[in-house]
């Protein structure tokens, strides 16, 4: 059978292993040439105006929040269905996220639900412990995924409730969508206020760890800057280098998020790969949807002509009414046959913290608290090889035949 499938491994090339090592030698290892060069590079590659390099997406997503002035005693709507990041950047500022439904096939924050949520506060129909008169100021779509969502749509809801939007883009890079008009708008190409990705280990492109905040908002990228290394008037390269002078200034209590120069070197040439790595992506994506097209047991996750897909991830849903086993029995036998699984996510509702402190009750989330019991997310990833990709097939294939339900129809 060979040796395990994992869920991720990294793909680094022996040309970026160089350009980390050629940092250690050269004298300067925080921020610094490196990071600047990757804040250009990015900025030019998603077609945003300004690029903010700092040590997570989840810090990116901070800075975000922060510069656009979130505080005590407002609220913003945040999709369930996500990791912790997302929320947790809200409650750091002190203010209230206000949770929303996904939709069924995508995962994406519904639209729909985000209304009714936004006349239940008002109604006093949210969990008790969530204030009815807390304005709520901005929206947080993820792309589960990598599949974008509609930010026309995300734009025209905005606009409707006078909300700032904040994306989480940690799944969605390369990615894009077509505009009404049928033009293409890249991922962070003035799709939200702040645009925030992630390099995180086991991303799209990594750089251990690390993330980018991008804006077309000139203040905005200014706010985020001098809070992501401390509130200084200068930072230590522009200080100890060239024309600089050692002084500086605290204009604010800010924050310690800067990315390295050895991470960003390693990000310079993941990021010139990344294209590439989506098409592998895109084309094992192709090769599960092929070859599962006729299990009935398992629903496939959409595509869609309009979108291009980063394919970060390749959740499919069980079938559990046709199937004689769970889904956390799925994935242990799934990793008894060698292939390794992950879910993303049990939705934040059902997480001890989100439920206690504010109330939320599954019965508040019906789509994500039913549909996270039946997700799996399969490997893939560009390092995986073919016959990785296969066994994969093959695992999932046999283990649904083997716990079919009969259903009456001839199989
Ligand atoms: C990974 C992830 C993050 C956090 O990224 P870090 O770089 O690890 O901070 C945020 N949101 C989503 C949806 C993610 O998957």
């Keep these: 059978m060979g040796s395990e499938v994992p869920f991720f491994r990294p793909d680094i090339s022996e040309e970026e292993i160089s350009a980390v090592v050629a940092t250690l030698r050269s004298g300067w290892l925080t921020s610094g040439p490196c990071v600047e060069r990757f804040e250009r590079e990015f900025a030019a590659c998603v077609g945003a105006a300004h690029?903010?390099?700092?040590?997570?997406?989840?810090?990116?997503l901070h800075l975000a929040v922060e510069a656009l002035g979130l505080k005590r005693r407002q609220a913003v709507l945040v999709p369930t269905m996500t990791f912790a990041a997302t929320a947790e950047v809200v409650r750091y500022q002190g203010a209230t996220p206000i949770l929303v439904d996904c939709d069924p096939q995508t995962l994406n924050?519904?639209?729909e639900d985000a209304a009714r949520k936004l006349a239940q506060l008002t109604e006093g129909r949210l969990p008790p412990r969530i204030r009815a008169d807390l304005p709520v100021v901005g929206i947080m779509p993820v792309h589960v995924g990598g599949?974008?969502?509609d930010?026309?749509?995300?734009?025209?809801?905005a606009v409707e409730h006078n909300l700032w939007v904040?994306?989480?883009?940690?799944?969605?890079?390369?990615?894009?969508?077509?505009?009404?008009?049928?033009?293409?708008q890249r991922c962070g190409e003035g799709t939200a206020d702040?645009?925030?990705?992630?390099?995180?280990?086991?991303?799209?492109i990594t750089?251990?760890?690390g993330g980018m905040a991008v804006t077309n908002n000139r203040n905005l990228a200014d706010r985020m800057r001098l809070m992501s290394l401390h509130g200084l008037s200068r930072t230590a390269w522009g200080r100890y280098t060239g024309q600089g002078s050692w002084d500086y200034e605290i204009i604010a209590p800010g924050y310690k998020y800067n990315l390295t120069d050895i991470a960003a070197s390693l990000g310079i040439r993941q990021l010139a790969r990344a294209e590439q790595m989506r098409r592998r992506r895109e084309e094992i994506a192709a090769r599960y949807l092929e070859a599962f097209a006729e299990v009935e047991e398992i629903e496939l996750p959409p595509t869609d002509p309009a979108r291009l897909h980063a394919w970060h991830l390749f959740p499919i849903r069980l079938r559990l009414e046709r199937l004689r086993v769970s889904r956390n029995g799925f994935i242990e036998r799934l990793c008894a046959c060698g292939v390794r699984c992950s879910v993303h996510w049990r939705p934040l509702h059902?997480?001890?913290?989100?439920?206690e402190r504010f109330g939320w009750r599954p019965s508040d989330l019906p789509i994500a608290t039913r549909v996270w019991e039946r997700l799996v997310s399969l490997p893939i990833f560009s390092a995986m090889t073919d016959d990785e990709v296969a066994r994969v097939i093959q695992a999932v294939k046999e283990l649904c035949a083997r716990y079919a339900r009969p259903t009456g129809h001839a199989r």
């Design 350 to 355: 059902l997480h001890p913290y989100y439920r």
């Design 51 to 60: 690029a903010v390099a700092v040590n997570s997406c989840t810090a990116a």
């Design 151 to 157: 930010m026309e749509a995300i734009w025209a809801f």
């Design 194 to 204: 702040v645009t925030c990705f992630s390099f995180y280990a086991n991303k799209t």
């Design 166 to 184: 904040v994306e989480d883009a940690a799944h969605a890079l390369p990615a894009a969508m077509r505009r009404q008009d049928g033009t293409w």
């Design 207 to 209: 750089t251990g760890e």
């Design 147 to 149: 599949l974008m969502m």
């Design 109 to 111: 924050l519904s639209l």
